[in-house]
T-cell receptor, first 114, second 116 residues
Framework: DAGVTQSPTHLIKTRGQQVTLRCSPKSGHDTVSWYQQALGQGPQFIFQ???????QRGNFPDRFSGHQFPNYSSELNVNALLLGDSALYLC?????????????FGAGSRLTVL | AQSVTQPDIHITVSEGASLELRCNYSYGATPYLFWYVQSPGQGLQLLLK??????LVQGIKGFEAEFKRSQSSFNLRKPSVHWSDAAEYFC??????????????FGTGTRLQVTL
């Protein structure tokens, strides 16, 4: 049973560019959340998608946007990249209504902005 | 707003020694509490969780944690550390809010080094 898969694993962009990161949730999961983990820090919540809608959002600017597809997979888009956007981006999936409310994380996409 | 404090940035223990990683949280209601472990270049793996009930929870890899409401703490323990336990450990508090899954607030992590 495949867990959460993310692509690409590593990528390098320059300031001002745009990036799209992709996530396939664990089989059977329907909710996808995205987190940003800067070097030496704990992950920070970006937003969460369920039924193709953004349900919750953390303290991130509108440059960060997302999408969820009918098959529950998700994309994270970041526009006008800044040096400070360099981080590990983690996708997590879960099953709505699961009382355990446990997130399963992927290995992440490491973004470097030059 | 909820928050998590992990006061120890870096801890070194000898293999076979006991371990306790500290975690303090701030949350207005009964929290969902989690401990995750992250190995270099890897994502986060859930070690254990607390939602309600017994305040001593058992997790994977021989880890346990105790929820103490009076101290707002959720410390992680292991009686005998193995070299493979060397990793970064994150404590987190979860808030369902308006969403359909926990929105986690993480601490800054504790890096565990194990000496042989």
């Amino acid at each position: 049973d495949a867990g959460v898969t993310q692509s690409p694993t590593h990528l390098i962009k320059t300031r001002g560019q745009q990036v799209t990161l992709r996530c396939s949730p664990k089989s059977g999961h329907d909710t996808v959340s995205w987190y940003q983990q800067a070097l030496g820090q704990g992950p920070q919540f970006i937003f969460q998608y369920y039924e193709e809608e953004e349900r919750q959002r953390g303290n991130f600017p509108d440059r960060f946007s997302g999408h969820q597809f009918p098959n529950y997979s998700s994309e994270l888009n970041v526009n006008a990249l800044l040096l400070g956007d360099s981080a590990l981006y983690l996708c997590a999936s879960s099953l709505t209504g699961d009382g355990a409310n446990v997130l399963t994380f992927g290995a992440g996409s490491r973004l470097t902005v030059l | 707003a909820q928050s998590v404090t992990q006061p120890d940035i870096h801890i070194t223990v000898s293999e076979g020694a006991s371990l306790e990683l500290r975690c303090n949280y701030s949350y207005g209601a009964t929290p969902y509490l989690f401990w995750y472990v992250q190995s270099p270049g890897q994502g986060l793996q859930l070690l254990l969780k607390y939602f309600s009930g017994d305040t001593l929870v058992q997790g994977i890899k021989g880890f346990e944690a105790e929820f103490k409401r009076s101290q707002s703490s959720f410390n992680l323990r292991k009686p005998s550390v193995h070299w493979s336990d060397a990793a970064e450990y994150f404590c987190a508090v979860g808030d369902l809010g308006t969403g359909t899954a926990s929105k986690l607030t993480f601490g800054t992590g504790t890096r565990l080094q194990v000496t042989l």
